[in-house]
């Protein structure tokens, strides 16, 4: 689609924002998962909580910054919206796919904790299964474990039942 000159720069901050965003929500969503890991391995969590910060709300910078410089250099057309340089877009989609993979491995780090946990407290079998299985399907949305599965399905045009699903 065409830009008029006037809107081309604000939308492109409007990309540029939204990149951003989705990267701090991924960033987050790591930061949650590691916060939690924490507190079930050590006593306190609140020393690192400016470290979470940082990793929350500063990592997306390290990744979206040099995107946007790129996207200026090589693809400055439109309002950033297509992909057609591949080499660009993984800027964005590798820091992304690193924070899905240290997710998933904090889970399962996460559930062997709580396997060993109920274990050890010896409550009935049925209860420590439901128990279990309830802690289990709530982290699997918190820590977006679900990315696994679709990480790396297309983000363009096109069909394949992997990107349908998703």
Not at 38 to 57: E, I, K, Y
Not at 90 to 116: E, G, H, K, S, T
Request: aromatic share 10%.
């Amino acid at each position: 689609t065409a830009v008029s000159p006037q809107a081309g720069p604000a939308c492109r901050v409007a990309q540029s924002l939204a990149q951003y965003c989705v990267g701090a929500n991924y960033a987050w969503a790591m930061a949650e998962g590691l916060f939690l890991l924490r507190l079930l391995v050590a006593t306190s969590g609140r020393r690192c909580l400016p470290a979470f910060l940082l990793l929350g709300w500063g990592v997306p910078v390290l990744f979206v910054v040099p995107w946007v410089v790129l996207r200026y250099l090589y693809e400055n057309e439109g309002c950033w919206e297509r992909n057609e340089k591949v080499a660009v877009w993984w800027v964005i989609r590798c820091p992304i796919l690193v924070a899905v993979a240290v997710n998933f491995v904090v889970f399962v780090r996460i559930v062997r904790i709580l396997v060993a946990k109920v274990r050890a407290h010896q409550v009935s079998r049925g209860d420590a299964r439901l128990r279990l299985a309830r802690s289990t399907l709530t982290l699997i949305p918190l820590l977006g474990v679900h990315e696994v599965v679709f990480a790396l399905a297309g983000e363009g045009e096109g069909g394949g039942g992997l990107r349908l699903a998703r």
